[in-house]
């Protein structure tokens, strides 16, 4: 195995245990049941605004790190150069999609509704299906 199917499958090991841990994030409020309360409309506005933030943050990188890294990748797959930037352009998206879940976790904990929190988890784990770590790999011949 050469060293971008190693970091690919090391990213997709990372990737699928971020996923899980969304998953998670919702089994713990299912068993912990935090009280749904009165919470000021401005907690969730802002909550909402950092998140679309971070998503379009996330979007911008990944237009800048990894179509490049990809096209490096594709034509000279030993770039050791372009095999990190391409690790971190994937490392950074993954990870500012699964906070947005854990944004929608801290909600739920300050008492928000499902109707509050539950968007930023199906947005989490939309995100992190679609930016699903992938490259071609060049054929074995």
């Known amino acids: ?17 971020m996923l899980v841990s ?15 309360g009165h919470l000021s409309p401005v907690i969730p506005e802002a909550i909402t605004v950092c998140c679309a933030a971070e998503i379009a943050v996330a979007l911008v990188l990944r237009a800048r790190l990894l179509a490049p890294c990809m096209e490096t990748l594709r034509s000279n797959p030993d770039d050791a ?12 998206s ?9 944004f929608g976790l801290v909600l739920k904990f ?24 992938r490259i071609d790999l060049p054929s074995q011949t």
């Not at 993954?94 to 854990?102: D, F, G, H, N, Y």
């Open 110 to 133: 300050l008492g928000a509704s499902w109707f509050v929190g539950g968007p930023f988890f199906a947005t989490a784990i939309f995100l992190l299906l679609i930016w699903t770590p």
């Open 22 to 36: 969304v998953l998670l994030y919702m089994l713990v409020i299912f068993q912990i049941h935090p009280s749904e």
């Open 1 to 17: 195995m050469n060293k971008l199917q190693t970091a690919l499958r090391d990213l997709r090991i990372i990737h699928g245990v």
């Open 81 to 92: 150069q372009a095999l990190g930037r391409w690790r971190e352009g994937n490392l950074v």
């Open 94 to 102: 993954i990870t500012l999609a699964q906070s947005v879940a854990l």
